[in-house]
């Protein structure tokens, strides 16, 4: 489904000049700056790809924390690095976060004194002023890049669901994200949003949130080139990812005049992989005159969207 593939980056324009006289050709080869697309590259290639799980790490405690951080590291976790896609735990009695005996159970069904930490990091694209709504019932606390004090907080001991924000300016990139949680009794919640540059207030989605198995950021594409094969008549295209994730293949495009591109040939990816991985292909049949080359990489995923 294409909403689901990120047709991106990756815009490296090439072009061929083709010369023929009579019996010989020259052919040159040469990156083309046109129609911006080189700007666009830089930008892909600037971000960081990064080599994860999506989603956060959650550990779950038997007890509340009392809005002490040092809980966490003083309590040994019921519940160990669980994968958490987002947090959005609307508000319930019934055990919406399915922490099951490590909660005390007061009433049937309705877990009470439960803490967990989610811990990740999260993707910035685009730099500038973020604000982030923390949403909980109990206590939470949002840090970010291990500062000493939270963005956002609902500090305090049992309160019905409610939202504190605090805003803060991130560089593009990736930012360390924790969240201190705590159930104290009655019902229980905690949603985690954020609005930034050019971006209305939304639940912090799945694909910008990797937990801690992040192994590797870097950018994925090394080069691509494009080189004329004279005895042939043909161009012979090769490219190298240093990294890929969730990479289902690549395309190759192709255009006489750097506008109007249509696919040429495709090849599969190298689904994730921190190995740098090397390929080629052939154009069996150039246009005269010039040739532009556009490679995108396709990706099924929830990945960043780069652009
Ligand atoms: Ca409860
Ligand atoms: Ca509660």
Same mark, same amino acid.
């Not at 921190?274 to 052939?282: H, L, P």
């Given at each position: /489904? ?10 490296? /324009? ?294």
């Amino acid at each position: /489904m294409i909403p689901f593939i990120l047709l991106m980056l990756f815009t490296y /324009m090439l072009r061929r000049v083709f010369r023929s006289a009579r019996g010989s050709s020259r052919v040159g080869t040469c990156l083309a700056a046109v129609l911006g697309l080189v700007s666009a590259v830089a930008q892909a290639q600037s971000l960081p790809v990064v080599v994860g799980s999506p989603g956060l790490s959650a550990s779950y405690y038997r007890g509340y924390f009392y809005d002490q951080a040092s809980f966490f590291t003083a309590t040994a976790p019921a519940i160990v690095n669980r994968p958490v896609e987002q947090l959005n735990f609307a508000e319930a009695e019934n055990d919406n976060f399915q922490v099951g005996n490590v909660a005390t159970y007061y009433e049937p069904n309705k877990p009470d004194e439960f803490s967990a930490r989610f811990q990740g990091q999260l993707c910035v694209t685009t730099a500038g002023d973020y604000t982030f709504y923390l949403g909980s019932d109990d206590a939470a606390y949002v840090w970010l890049d291990n500062g000493a004090q939270p963005v956002a907080f609902n500090k305090g001991d049992s309160f019905p669901y409610r939202e504190m924000q605090g805003t803060c300016t991130l560089a593009a990139g990736l930012h360390t994200l924790r969240v201190d949680y705590g159930e104290h009794g009655g019902s229980q919640g905690l949603v985690l949003e954020y609005s930034g540059p050019n971006m209305p207030k939304q639940l912090i989605p799945n694909g910008v949130l990797y937990n801690q198995n992040v192994v590797a950021i870097r950018p994925t594409l090394m080069h691509f080139d494009a080189a004329a094969l004279a005895t042939s008549q043909q161009v012979a295209l090769s490219w190298k990812t240093a990294a890929e994730e969730n990479s289902t293949g690549f395309v190759i495009q192709k255009s006489t005049d750097g506008k109007a591109f249509t696919d040429l040939l495709r090849q599969p990816g190298g689904a994730t992989s921190t190995e740098a991985r090397s390929y080629d292909a052939i154009d069996p049949q150039p246009a005269t005159g010039w040739n532009y080359y556009r490679l995108q990489q396709l990706r099924s995923d929830r990945a960043p969207v780069y652009s």
